[in-house]
């Protein structure tokens, strides 16, 4: 892809020792965690500018790709910081991950996670808080929180059980178990599982495709579908049917439907 035509760099959250840079390239985002030499290590400066950074992300951009630069997706909660913290300060630096994965969970637009190496920990935790994974060979998944000592602190009990089943978090924990790409995907850790380094163009081109998508219809996705999950169903059913309504109502889904009648829109294939 030819960056140099089609991107802007974010200069606000890119500056010179930063530990987070954004890059926009048209109708999407790449948010990058760059501290490869701590294997991405989420220390509380980064996590602020993990936060900083969604939350700066213009209006024009439809979907976002977050990736780690180095050999490792990312090492997790940043253990030097941790024996600096008393209980209340857990508390509230557990408290203040919640808030910042939620942001990405509960965003505006879809989050597409490029995945690599170590995503483990509270690595894993915020790859949990994006929409779509995309794990490459290299990659694996574990808890090492059990082995250390600690707990999941950044949603990681409430977000992955839903992904693989509380017994199989529970084991990780307990015993150290590392799932290796193949196994993890299998298992529910990501939706995509690609050749050893073609994570993030596999992950931008999902961004692309998401970001052509109306943009209440991604929102409504985001927003709507997870609580639906979590609602009875005679609940759901009335929620689901208040969404789309308003979806269907919006100019956009009209004139996508007519593109679609008149002969202009795309047909469903299977590539
Ligand atoms: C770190 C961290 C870290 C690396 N905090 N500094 N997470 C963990 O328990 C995972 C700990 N890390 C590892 O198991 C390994 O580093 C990796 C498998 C990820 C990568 O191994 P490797 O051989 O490529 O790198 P390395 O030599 O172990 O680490 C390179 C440097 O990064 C080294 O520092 P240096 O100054 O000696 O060069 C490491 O100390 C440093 N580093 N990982 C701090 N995590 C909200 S609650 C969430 C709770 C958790 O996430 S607990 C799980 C923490």
Known sequence: MDASSTSQTSRSSNLPGSDVSVEVRGAIAIVRL???????????????????????????VGAAVLTGDGEHFCAGLDLSELKERDAVDGLHHSRSWHRILTNIEFGRIPVVAALHGAVVGGGLELATSCHIRVADDTSFFALPEGSRGIFVGGGGSVRIPKLIGAH?????????????????????FAQYHVAAGEALAKAIAIAERIATNAPMTNYSLIHALPRIAEQPADHGFLTEGLISAIAQSAPEAKARVRDFLEGRGAKVKAS
Request: net charge positive; proline share 4%.
């Open 168 to 188: 199989r978090m529970l084991d990780m924990m307990l015993t150290g178990r590392v799932y290796k790409a193949a196994e993890g995907v299998a298992l529910g």
């Open 34 to 60: 760059q501290r490869p030499h701590k294997r991405n290590a989420l220390s509380d400066g980064l996590m602020a500018q993990v936060d900083a950074a969604f939350a700066g992300l213009p209006t024009t």
